[in-house]
């Protein structure tokens, strides 16, 4: 949910962590990991200040305005102790939207890479009407950026794992 969200100027990580975490707090289960944190230049991996994590988890920079610009990872995740982990993780860029009648300036996400997901782990009968799209779309996306560069044996594993669900 969080490259979906959409939040008014002044908005900051520890209040977008919630997004990612909502589905999982339904089930009763939890990860205790930040869900995403800044990303710079030459293998800066982990640059702050901002940061997407629980407000008062004592991970710095929760509190940290997010402005257009910045990027950063978004990397929810679930590990269940000693029988699996999962995590997708890509960058987003922090960008203006422009919203009709909107009331000030509101920003968004920007999906910045593209690898398919992993179809195997995918329970398409778990998954609502909107998951489904959205795995759909982004595999669209993964589809249209990357097939051009490929050909052959490469080209038809990308079209397989990114077919519509």
Known sequence: Q?????????????????LARQYLWEAGVDYG??????????????EGPQRIAKP??????????LFAG???SNEPGYYKSGAFGI??????LVEEREIAGAEGRYFG???LTFVPLDRKLIARELLTADEIA?????HAKVRALI????????????ERETAAL
Request: charged share 15%.
């Open 33 to 46: 990991h930040g869900t995403g944190h800044g990303v710079g230049s030459f293998l800066g991996v982990h």
């Open 2 to 18: 969080i490259d979906r969200a959409v939040f008014p100027q002044g908005t900051c990580g520890g209040q977008l962590d919630v």
């Open 70 to 72: 910045m990027i950063l």
């Open 109 to 111: 996400f920007e999906t």
């Open 56 to 65: 008062g988890g004592g991970q710095a920079g929760t509190g940290q305005e």
């Open 147 to 158: 097939a051009p560069q490929l050909a052959g044996d490469d080209l038809a594993w990308l």
């Open 87 to 92: 995590r997708i993780e890509n960058l987003v």
């Open 134 to 138: 959205w795995v759909d779309n982004y």
